[in-house]
């Protein structure tokens, strides 16, 4: 007798799910990160290679390595050590005007009165004008001594016209990179000051505090975040002002309005010399850097001893 054999039924395992590829938040940046790196630092990178070099466009094929000859030129002349003074100068006084006038224009503004929306559009206009504008506009309409505003103003009180941009170049164009740079920094304390708490102000009100111990222990250390951004953006620009210049005085009178970026543009297209213009490249991004440090530790000292008094 023959017993019949049952099939054994086996059951299937469920397919391994198949691991897919994920995408980190690192393999997100990296596209965005090797854009950069190609973009700034590899001609960074370029430019502190030419800057090693005696390299002229006229004579493209001869390029010896000269080392650090290009700095040395650039640092024992005393008309390019005019230079690197004339653009501090320019720097550090625009960026105090601006956090001046800004910081009151902004105090100004914080309050209720009408019109407020309307004048704070107006005032951030000239922000949004490009420099080589900016340049014609106060060099022919302002500036000018035959028809200019200030020079009518001048004669209008009884006294002599005066060239600006030529007996006062330096400060001619501090006060045009001054009106041009001032609604940033207006806009940036604006917005520090109006989220400080109104308790605050009204607990030291109420403790017979003046508005100067209002504004030295209550107002200024909140304004140190907001201050601390105003300075590190504007440094970096200001270090980098080009299109005023040249649409106002074109460096002159002689270097008196020569900064270290229109310096670079006479020294690479004016000359064609790529290696010196590459090595005071290079030396504008070292003094930008100390620059900002410097002020920023300064800012954080002066909160510190604020808080401290």
Do not use: C
């Amino acid at each position: 007798m023959t017993t019949a054999v049952r099939p054994t039924t086996t059951t299937a395992s469920p397919p391994a799910p198949k691991r897919g590829f994920k995408l980190t938040p690192a393999a997100l940046i990296w596209p965005a990160m090797l854009y950069l790196i190609l973009t700034t630092q590899v001609p960074f990178f370029m430019t502190i290679y030419y800057s090693f070099f005696n390299y002229n466009l006229v004579i493209p094929d001869n390029r010896p390595f000269i080392g650090f000859g290009n700095y040395a030129t650039l640092l024992t002349n005393p008309q390019n050590l005019q230079v690197v003074l004339n653009t501090v100068i320019l720097a550090g006084g625009t960026l105090i005007l601006t956090l001046f006038i800004g910081g009151a224009m902004a105090m100004l503004l914080n309050r209720n009165f009408p019109g407020r929306g309307l004048l704070r559009t107006l005032m951030i206009s000239s922000f949004l004008v490009m420099p080589i504008v900016t340049a014609v506009v106060w060099k022919n309409m302002l500036l000018n001594p035959v028809f200019g505003f200030f020079s009518w103003v001048v004669a209008s009180l009884g006294g002599q016209p005066v060239d600006w941009l030529a007996q006062f170049p330096m400060a001619s164009v501090i006060a045009m990179i001054t009106w041009e740079w001032t609604p940033f920094a207006m806009l940036i304390l604006l917005t520090g000051l109006q989220s400080l708490p109104d308790d605050q102000l009204e607990a030291a009100r109420l403790d017979g505090a003046s508005p100067l111990q209002e504004f030295q222990h209550i107002v200024m250390p909140h304004w140190t975040q907001a201050i601390q951004v105003v300075v590190l953006m504007e440094t970096i620009a200001l270090l980098q002002v080009y299109g005023e210049i040249y649409g106002s005085t074109s460096g002159g009178p002689g270097l008196a309005t020569t900064n270290l970026p229109y310096f670079i543009y006479q020294k690479a297209f004016a000359e064609y010399n790529i290696g010196l213009a590459s090595a005071a490249g290079v030396i504008t991004v070292i003094l930008t850097n100390i620059l900002a440090v410097y002020l920023l530790r300064m800012i954080n000292r002066t909160n510190q001893s604020n808080k401290g008094g």
